[in-house]
């Protein structure tokens, strides 16, 4: 008979199931193991392992009679050949220079026991995993517990060591005993975690391996013939790039987090950018748009030689989409639209207003515009209701326009400026006055008259120009919330004039000058 | 042959199928809102057959303090209430916070783009020009990314010389880009420059305003009470009476 054909009939040697466990101990004075060392060791034997913790690991190791072992070993029962799996996996340990327990059983639960409990190589007869664990100490359950109980099983209140405590208060010993309690009663007395309990001590999974998926790598590069430079061909590239990285994010319904593209030029300098996305995405075209953008608003110094672009996987997005809600745009769509706006307007320039914490006319914040939206399936009420009418609004200036004003007993009797597009005219109603300060604690000097630097700037820059000057008056209140520190105290009017325009104008009381502020629309 | 083709009209009409494949103008469905936008304001609502037409470009002019602004963002009110997403093109770069926020807009469903053009140009024309494309070009972009329930250019104070300049193409691009989709696209400005065929131009004109109490907890000014008169509303326009409507002031505090 050839060895071949000898295989086949001999079928598999080892029980089915078979599983073995490698448990490092600790070793006084001896830093602990590296993470990845066991994932190696394991890697070295099956593609079916579960990383318990750094130093523990499960394998499945069903099959490998065919690989290792003499071939006397695959006549004889399965027990030869799983001390010969076992002693490989000692070798190997012992060759990465660490001393490991070894334990090899049809459960993996037995094995992940006795690998704790005893040093060296052990070996469970299949059928004998109950008796070979009966004499094994019960605090070795205080060990394993955090490995083989699912978080779901276990409660804050009743943790493993609690229970350990528990049964040594039950003067329990050894796991025999634990198994050996009436089942009815132990789960009358600890609930369902009895039973559970009671299956480990007699060796049986309470569930089964899930094996550890190695960590995928979502990366492609691309080194070119020629080298290019402008963004048409390098579009091309990088779609050629994305579109398996794609493929692959798919197949593991994983959407990218980050994109990294990293250029390495013709000078040999290298040009990285790294990308943030809102929102996990997987789609090429909104990738290399994205991509594309950023490095269109960051070129690179000289020609590209070589392409690079790494992903960040994220767990994919989960979407249910309804017949019932208005549709919304994409978050792919939303994030392509902001990287698109920013490019023509400034980053700075879009996104969502929000409103500060502050007394200061027109201070508001920008925020990042969300890309992902719920529908709503209840319209939101107006508030107050939708019957109610129009709030009036303002338009501000951003740059407070200066105006002319005559005032009498400091109420405005006409408006003017020398701006052009505010012709102005002679008030035909006016409310007010508004008195309103701010920060005068935060900025003694202009509190005291002193101009103030920036106010200097604007003399500098203006001067001659306008009478009224703008020049004194410091830059606008900017929108930023860092840049509204310096004080403020006006006085502020709603005045409409005849030409039939309504402004909001105020007295600078600090520069003693009359200013526009906004125009009511 | 006629009679097959008025059948297959009003099955295409009753079907909501493509509007380009009719003659006849759409029969209105009030209260249908995937078919125009709401304002938000009643009377104006009634006028206007529902709302401002959905897939169309339409525009909101008047003169200075007409209530434009106030009429727009009372639409963005009752748009993000909805659900709806706002874009908002402010060429100028005017909007008030606070006046959104006492229109009860939902700030988190409003995309602001602001844009770089100034009333008082002087010596830097060109820059003014420039910005202005930037800021159509960003109302393409929002345009063409879809599914936004209401978009506007906000011309409003923009020199009228920046404006005129702009080729009519401009508008007809825009229009094309909007048609078929769910989203109600608004100019705003002083005249009409560019309201598309199924569009609608709300012309406003401010009748009165009201200056505040002598109560310093109220608003300084109490709002204007604006006229609304749509103009070359195709098919809408049986009623060419004035919407009439009042803006009120939020308080200052």
């Given at each position: 008979?050839?060895?071949?054909?000898?295989?086949?009939?001999?079928?598999?040697?080892?029980?089915?199931?078979?599983?073995?466990?490698?448990?490092?101990?600790p070793v006084t004075g001896q830093p602990a193991p590296e993470p990845g060392l066991l994932l190696e060791i394991a890697q070295g034997f099956s593609p079916r392992y579960e990383r318990h913790r750094d130093d523990l690991i499960s394998i499945d190791v069903r099959g490998l009679e065919r690989f290792i072992g003499s071939k006397a070993n695959l006549c004889c029962t399965g027990e030869p050949s799983m001390r010969a799996i076992g002693e490989e996996l000692?070798?190997?340990?012992?060759?990465?220079?660490?001393?490991?327990?070894?334990?090899l059983a049809r459960t993996r639960m037995a094995a992940l026991i006795l690998a704790h409990a005893r040093p060296g190589l052990t070996v469970v007869a299949p059928g004998e995993e109950a008796t070979t664990l009966a004499t094994v100490p019960i605090a070795v359950l205080?060990?394993?517990?955090?490995?083989?109980?699912?978080?779901?099983?276990?409660?804050?209140?009743?943790?493993?060591?609690?229970?350990?405590?528990?049964?040594?208060?039950?003067?329990?010993?050894?796991?025999?005993?634990?198994?050996?309690?009436?089942?009815?009663?132990?789960?009358?007395?600890?609930?369902r975690q009895g039973s559970v309990w009671q299956a480990i001590a007699r060796g049986e999974d309470i569930r089964p391996l899930v094996p550890t998926e190695p960590d995928e790598r979502f990366a492609g590069s691309l080194e070119l013939e020629w080298p290019i430079d402008g963004l048409e061909p390098l579009s091309f590239v990088l779609t050629r790039l994305l579109e398996p990285l794609s493929t692959q994010l798919e197949r593991r319904d994983r959407g990218a987090a980050a994109l990294h593209v990293t250029l390495d030029l013709v000078t040999r300098d290298v040009h990285a950018r790294h990308l943030e996305l809102p929102t996990p995405i997987r789609d090429v075209r909104t990738l290399r748009t994205l991509a594309l953008l950023d490095i269109e608003a960051?070129?690179?110094?000289?020609?590209?030689?070589?392409?690079?672009?790494?992903?960040?996987?994220?767990?994919?997005?989960?979407?249910?989409?309804?017949?019932?809600?208005?549709?919304?745009?994409?978050?792919?769509?939303?994030?392509?639209?902001?990287?698109?706006l920013g490019a023509v307007?400034?980053?700075?320039?879009?996104?969502?207003?929000?409103?500060?914490?502050?007394?200061?006319?027109?201070?508001?914040?920008?925020?990042?515009?969300?890309?992902?939206?719920?529908?709503?399936?209840?319209?939101?009420?107006?508030?107050?209701?939708?019957?109610?009418?129009?709030?009036?609004?303002?338009?501000?200036?951003?740059?407070?326009?200066?105006?002319?004003?005559?005032?009498?007993?400091?109420?405005?009797?006409?408006?003017?400026?020398?701006?052009?597009?505010?012709?102005?005219?002679?008030?035909?109603t006016a409310a007010g006055p508004w008195r309103t300060s701010g920060d005068w604690w935060a900025d003694g000097a202009e509190r005291a008259g002193e101009p103030s630097k920036a106010g200097e700037a604007g003399r500098a820059g203006e001067a001659g120009r306008e009478k009224h000057s703008a020049l004194s008056y410091p830059p606008h209140p900017p929108y930023l919330p860092h840049l509204t520190c310096s004080a403020w105290s006006r006085t502020e009017w709603d005045v409409a004039l005849s030409d039939g325009a309504v402004y909001r104008v105020f007295h600078d009381e600090l520069r003693d000058a009359w200013f526009i502020d906004g125009i009511f629309d | 042959?006629?009679?097959?083709?008025?059948?297959?009209?009003?099955?295409?009409?009753?079907?909501?199928?493509?509007?380009?494949?009719?003659?006849?103008?759409?029969?209105?469905?009030?209260?249908?809102?995937?078919?125009?936008?709401?304002?938000?304001?009643?009377?104006?609502?009634?006028?206007?057959?529902?709302?401002?037409?959905?897939?169309?470009?339409?525009?909101?002019?008047?003169?200075?303090?007409?209530?434009?602004?106030?009429?727009?963002?009372?639409?963005?009110?009752?748009?993000?209430?909805?659900?709806?997403?706002?874009?908002?093109?402010?060429?100028?770069?005017?909007?008030?916070?606070?006046?959104?926020?006492?229109?009860?807009?939902?700030?988190?469903?409003?995309?602001?783009?602001?844009?770089?053009?100034?009333?008082?140009?002087?010596?830097?024309?060109?820059?003014?020009?420039?910005?202005?494309?930037?800021?159509?070009?960003?109302?393409?972009?929002?345009?063409?990314?879809?599914?936004?329930g209401l978009v506007v250019l906000d011309l409003a104070e923009a020199p009228i010389e920046i404006v005129s300049r702009l080729p009519f193409t401009t508008w007809l691009r825009l229009q094309r880009m909007v048609e078929g989709s769910q989203t109600v696209a608004m100019l705003v400005?002083?005249?009409?420059?560019?309201?598309?065929?199924?569009?609608?131009?709300?012309k406003l004109g401010a009748e009165g305003w009201g200056p505040g109490a002598g109560d310093v907890r109220r608003a300084l000014f109490m709002g204007f009470d604006v006229e609304a008169r749509v103009v070359r509303a195709r098919a809408r326009g049986q009623d060419d009476a004035p919407a009439r409507f009042a803006t009120k002031g939020h308080v200052n505090v």
């Open positions: 008979m050839s060895e071949g054909s000898r295989l086949q009939a001999s079928g598999s040697r080892l029980p089915s199931p078979c599983y073995a466990c490698v448990f490092l101990p000692l070798r190997a340990a012992e060759a990465n220079g660490v001393r490991a327990h070894v334990a205080t060990r394993i517990a955090g490995c083989v109980i699912p978080p779901r099983q276990t409660t804050r209140d009743d943790g493993s060591a609690d229970i350990a405590a528990l049964f040594t208060q039950w003067a329990l010993v050894t796991l025999g005993e634990l198994a050996a309690l009436p089942a009815d009663d132990l789960t009358a007395r600890i609930g960051h070129p690179p110094a000289a020609a590209i030689d070589r392409i690079t672009v790494v992903i960040d996987p994220t767990p994919g997005r989960i979407v249910q989409h309804t017949l019932f809600t208005r549709p919304l745009p994409t978050p792919e769509q939303l994030s392509t639209l902001l990287a698109r307007m400034g980053q700075d320039r879009i996104g969502a207003p929000a409103p500060i914490d502050t007394y200061r006319p027109g201070a508001f914040a920008m925020r990042a515009f969300a890309t992902e939206h719920r529908p709503q399936t209840q319209p939101q009420p107006l508030v107050p209701s939708s019957q109610s009418p129009a709030a009036s609004a303002l338009r501000r200036c951003r740059q407070p326009v200066p105006a002319r004003v005559i005032a009498k007993a400091g109420q405005p009797l006409r408006v003017t400026s020398d701006r052009r597009g505010y012709a102005g005219g002679s008030v035909v | 042959m006629a009679l097959a083709r008025a059948a297959l009209e009003s099955l295409l009409r009753t079907r909501q199928l493509d509007k380009t494949l009719t003659t006849a103008l759409p029969i209105d469905l009030p209260g249908d809102e995937y078919a125009s936008g709401a304002s938000g304001v009643d009377e104006l609502d009634a006028r206007l057959g529902g709302g401002l037409p959905r897939g169309q470009l339409s525009e909101i002019v008047g003169s200075r303090s007409s209530g434009r602004l106030s009429l727009l963002l009372h639409m963005a009110a009752v748009a993000t209430r909805r659900g709806e997403l706002v874009a908002i093109v402010d060429a100028l770069d005017m909007l008030d916070v606070a006046s959104l926020e006492a229109a009860g807009v939902v700030l988190d469903r409003l995309l602001w783009i602001r844009g770089h053009v100034v009333i008082n140009p002087g010596m830097s024309r060109e820059l003014n020009q420039r910005a202005m494309e930037q800021a159509l070009r960003a109302l393409a972009l929002v345009l063409q990314a879809g599914n936004f400005g002083c005249t009409p420059i560019a309201r598309s065929s199924g569009g609608l131009t709300v």
